[in-house]
Nanobody, 123 residues
């Protein structure tokens, strides 16, 4: 059984940093794409960043670009999201996702999902 487990969320103040981690169990994703999405209460799920097997990253063209960095650790079968200069609008549940082959902006393309980790940024 494949499982993605996120960790690292929490309550921080505006301007702080957080690092989210997602570890995959049950199969290797070292040749696949992994991504982060987020969902703010009352809004649709939003693409944040994705990374392919070779380490090529893509980011949402919105406010996260330049503040968030996605990376992966093949030894740990995991993906990280380093978030800096956090703002209240970054508050939400952050989900890790994985899919075969190439990265995608489209949540529907991802086959595997974690349960999410809450990030709350106070002003």
């Amino acid at each position: 059984q494949v499982e993605l487990v996120e960790s690292g969320g929490g309550l921080v103040q505006a301007g702080d940093s957080l690092r989210l981690s997602c570890v995959a169990f049950g199969r290797s994703f070292n040749h696949d794409a992994m991504a982060w999405f987020r969902q703010v209460s009352g809004k649709q799920q939003e693409f944040v960043a994705a990374i392919d097997w070779a380490g090529t990253a893509v980011y949402s063209p919105g406010s996260v670009k330049g503040r968030f960095t996605i990376s992966r650790d093949h030894l740990k079968n995991s993906v990280l999201l380093q978030m800096s200069i956090l703002q209240p609008e970054d508050t939400g549940v952050y989900y890790c996702a994985a899919k075969a082959y190439d990265a995608s902006y489209d949540a529907a393309a991802y086959e595997y999902w974690g349960q999410g980790t809450q990030v709350t940024v106070s002003s």
